[in-house]
């Protein structure tokens, strides 16, 4: 394999591997967050619109991560500089 | 593959473009600041109003009552700002699934200059409220030694923020696209109507977690100081 090869190889894998664990942790998150909220709402009906404000928050705040590990692989796959410079660099 | 609306470019000349961004903002701009002058234009403050005026005070009315549920305070002062924000994203994301319209929420650009403006907003109204000492006070809370991570929260936050909506509605576009490839009959439309949601959500979520920073860098009011469990940061 050339160097161009195995940079855009390890691109595609990391990218691949990038939003595949990084979803992992926000989704357990997430999962527990509407558990916890589902459970206090099934405790205290009358404060249902404060709990899912509440939760809609902290899902966002949750799901940022995953978000960002959805950017790197984004940026990995079509804005990658190391690929763009490999490139240039091999006179493509 | 174009996946952002700044790849779309229909004029350049020099150091500067047009790209589809600032012709879509332009847009909705003018569409959100005609639209109210049109129905503003006849305001009556009599029982006989017209359905648009209705309509207007019911969403100026439901912002300020969620300002004031979230921030426990007056929600005048903050309701130019916090309510643009979300009108103008609301609209933008909204207006995502008409064909040909690229949303300016998808591009970085537009959302790291709301970040921007949310993050000089926090110390301009801090320092309406409070003197500078106080609102400086605030960093070395609960102890000196937490202040490093205190202005790095600052600067995390902001990138969030900017980060968080441009990659919710980045993703449900370029997800379309995949699935366009893939799919193309009935599946994107029910991603679109999942991204319509994430959409709304995203609006709230963003006008919310502005209005929360800026209340936390006001003067604590009786509420909070009478129970001063409530950190605040995020």
Redesign the interface.
């Known amino acids: 394999m050339t160097s161009l090869d195995i940079i855009g190889f390890g691109s595609v894998l990391g990218a691949g591997l990038a939003i595949g664990f990084g979803a992992i942790g926000a989704a357990i998150g997430e999962g527990m967050a509407a558990a916890a909220a589902l459970r206090s709402m099934a405790q205290q009906p009358d404060q249902t619109s404060t709990f899912t ?1 509440t939760m ?2 902290s899902m ?2 949750i ?2 991560t995953s ?2 590990a ?2 790197i692989a ?1 940026i990995l796959i ?1 804005a990658n500089p190391i690929w763009n410079h490999a490139v240039k660099a091999s006179g493509g | 593959m174009k996946y952002s609306p700044d790849q779309y470019v229909y004029l350049e000349w020099g150091w500067g473009e047009i790209n589809a961004t600032l012709i879509f903002t332009w847009l909705i701009m003018a569409l959100l600041v005609g639209g109210s002058w049109l129905i503003s234009r006849r305001l009556s403050s009599t029982t006989d109003i017209s359905s648009w005026q209705n309509f207007l005070e019911v969403i100026v009315k439901g912002i300020n009552d969620h300002i004031e549920e979230v921030t426990h305070r007056d929600p005048r002062p903050f309701l130019p700002l916090i309510g643009t924000f979300f009108l103008f994203i609301l609209v933008s994301n909204i207006l995502s699934i008409l064909p040909f319209f690229q949303p300016p929420t998808g591009s970085l650009s537009t959302t790291a200059a709301y970040a921007l403006v949310v993050f000089v907003a926090v110390p301009v109204y801090g320092l309406r409220s409070q003197s500078l000492a106080s609102y400086l006070k605030q960093y070395i809370r609960p102890t000196p030694f937490m202040l490093p991570f205190n202005i790095l929260g600052d600067v995390t936050r902001t990138f969030a923020l900017a980060v968080r909506l441009y990659g919710n509605v980045m993703s449900s576009t370029v997800i379309i696209l995949v699935l366009m490839v893939i799919v193309p009959l009935v599946i994107p439309v029910i991603m679109q109507l999942l991204g319509l949601l994430t959409g709304v959500i995203q609006a709230y979520i963003f006008a919310l977690l502005a209005a929360v920073y800026i209340a936390t860098a006001m003067k604590k009011t009786e509420d909070e100081t009478n129970n001063s469990i409530q950190g605040g940061s995020s």
């Open positions: 404000r809609f928050v966002a705040m799901e940022s978000i960002y959805f950017v984004m079509f």
